[in-house]
């Protein structure tokens, strides 16, 4: 078993308002938006590891403590949606050999409605296996993914998350 963990070798985002933090494996997104359109922001941490050659089955574990997720959803007059992500990703290179995606909460609301979810304090393990191993580099990865989008004179929607990924295990079964 590898165990990976802080400070992670891999980082991204896409936001403005995101962190993905290599050396602590904080992750954190937050995304509003109002009247019109659709917005997705990511942050994920990670690290390289070998897939040795002759293995049949490698399977990547995840421990993720959730500090706290929020989406909200005031639509007025028009619709809006949110969601709160959590991606657990293999990649080989920029392709995806497997992948465990697990929605924390999706509100959505049209014409006069409210909807709105939090939670605070998720202790997350997601896991993924693939039959790989031909003697390659892969990266396994976390990412806090959210989205929201909005449609209409008062609609707005809110998304954030804030997550710290504790450790990857990745095992060659």
């Not at 929605?103 to 993924?128: P, Q, Y």
Request: charged fraction near 15%; aromatic fraction near 12%.
């Amino acid at each position: 078993m590898v165990a990976l963990v802080a400070p992670y070798g891999l980082n991204y985002k896409r936001g403005d308002t995101t962190t993905a933090d290599r050396s602590t494996g904080r992750l954190y997104s937050y995304q509003f938006i109002a009247i019109a359109g659709s917005y997705q922001n990511v942050a994920q941490v990670g690290s390289a590891f070998y897939g040795p050659s002759g293995t049949r089955l490698i399977r990547a574990e995840a421990a993720i403590d959730v500090g706290w997720f929020r989406v909200w959803t005031p639509a007025f007059f028009g619709y809006s949606s949110a969601e709160a992500i959590l991606n657990l990703r293999i990649m080989n290179g920029s392709q995806v050999v497997a992948h465990d995606r697990r929605s924390l909460g999706r509100a959505i609301a049209a014409v006069f409605w409210n909807s709105e979810i939090t939670a605070r304090d998720l202790s997350i393990t997601m896991a993924t296996e693939f039959w790989g191993g031909s003697g390659r580099q892969y990266s396994a990865m976390v990412e806090v993914e959210t989205w929201v989008g909005a449609g209409g004179p008062w609609a707005y929607a809110s998304a954030s998350c804030s997550a710290t990924v504790r450790q990857i295990d990745v095992r060659v079964l």
